[in-house]
């Protein structure tokens, strides 16, 4: 029912920022709750951020709080991740999700999945 892409990957200079972006179909795209996973290579996927249908609210990381920010346009059907001041630690490839209504930073909980974009952070 839902597709994603995601977009925007790419390599870059530790400190340096970049955008994310997922495209989503479907005609119900407002009522999804979206999210940002990442996974780097030997280790287990990760909850990045989440964000509500309307994107009154949002969901964090503690580690990457203040340097991470989710957005949404339901008018384009779209998602992103902006990532400032990024770190070699933040390589890893990222992956966008979807669920139907609440709000939830559990893998399983999430039913659509993008292939995930890469993200090179230089030191």
């Known amino acids: 029912q839902v597709q994603l892409m995601e977009s925007g990957g790419g390599l870059v200079q530790a400190g340096g920022s970049l955008r994310l972006s997922c495209a989503a179909s479907g005609r119900t795209f407002s009522t999804y709750t979206m999210a940002w996973f990442r996974q780097a290579p030997g280790k287990e996927r990760e909850i990045v951020a989440a964000?509500?249908?309307?994107?009154?609210?949002?969901y964090y990381t503690n580690s990457l709080k203040g340097r991470f920010t989710i957005s949404r346009d339901n008018a384009k059907n779209t998602v992103y991740l902006q990532m400032n001041s990024l770190k070699p630690e933040d390589t890893a490839v990222y992956y966008c999700?979807?669920?139907?209504?609440?709000?939830?930073?559990?893998?399983?909980?999430?039913?659509?999945w993008g292939q995930g974009t890469q993200v090179t952070v230089s030191s």
């Open positions: 999700a979807a669920r139907p209504f609440t709000i939830a930073t559990i893998i399983g909980e999430y039913n659509y």
């Open positions: 964000i509500t249908g309307s994107g009154r609210a949002t």
